[in-house]
């Protein structure tokens, strides 16, 4: 169960991460910013859509709901 103190952790904006969505899609990305409940990402790369694990490169920006985001990793 989430704390009410999560609304005032940051997210990692401005590095580059893997974004590892409930749903079992992972993408590598630059975490760009948070705007309200959403986070956008630029430079994506998705790592895995539930059973395709072929890597691949998405065109513009991603949007992702906070609350479907399971965990992220800060890389580099």
Not at 1 to 15: A, C, H, N, T, W
Not at 20 to 48: D, I, P
Not at 52 to 75: M, N, P, W, Y
Request: proline share 4%; glycine share 6%; charged share 25%.
């Amino acid at each position: 169960m989430p704390s009410f103190l999560d609304r005032f952790r940051p997210y990692p904006e401005l590095k580059t991460g893997i974004v590892n969505l409930k749903s079992g899609t992972s993408f590598r990305c630059v975490v760009w910013r948070v705007v309200g409940a959403f986070v956008v990402l630029r430079n994506v790369e998705m790592f895995q859509d539930r059973d395709h694990t072929e890597r691949h490169a998405v065109d513009g920006e991603v949007i992702v709901k906070l609350s479907d985001i399971d965990f992220i990793q800060v890389v580099g």
